[in-house]
């Protein structure tokens, strides 16, 4: 059975930092391309960073230079490291396993980040 379990969600003020943890298991991890999403109340869920197996990074624009997405295959685990955080980046953030161009794809059951100012 797959199972992608988020961590580290939490209440931070603003400028402050969380680094969440998403921990795969049931897939051969280090073959999938791993997201992070987020979703704000009455808001569609949007990307916010991304890593290939073979370890490319992306971002969305909106936490570029605040935001790194790692990952650690001996422990099956991909992180996001989160520092200057501001209220808009409330949100419940999801973890997305896939392997391009193939299916199935998995999502965790998120982990919610709240910003205060």
């Known amino acids: 059975q797959v199972q992608l379990v988020e961590y580290g969600g939490g209440s931070v003020q603003t400028g402050g930092s969380l680094r969440l943890s998403c921990a795969a298991s049931g897939i051969i991890f280090s073959i999938y391309d791993i997201d992070w999403y987020r979703q704000a109340p009455g808001k569609e869920r949007e990307s916010v960073a991304g890593i290939t197996s073979g370890g490319i990074t992306s971002y969305a624009d909106s936490v570029k230079a605040r935001f790194t997405i790692s990952r650690e295959n001996t422990k099956n685990t991909v992180y996001l490291q989160m520092n200057m955080l501001k209220p808009e980046d409330t949100a419940v953030y999801y973890c997305?396993?896939?392997?391009?161009?193939?299916?199935?794809?998995?999502w965790g059951q998120g982990t919610q980040v709240t910003v205060s100012s």
């Open positions: 997305h396993a896939l392997r391009i161009g193939r299916t199935p794809n998995f």
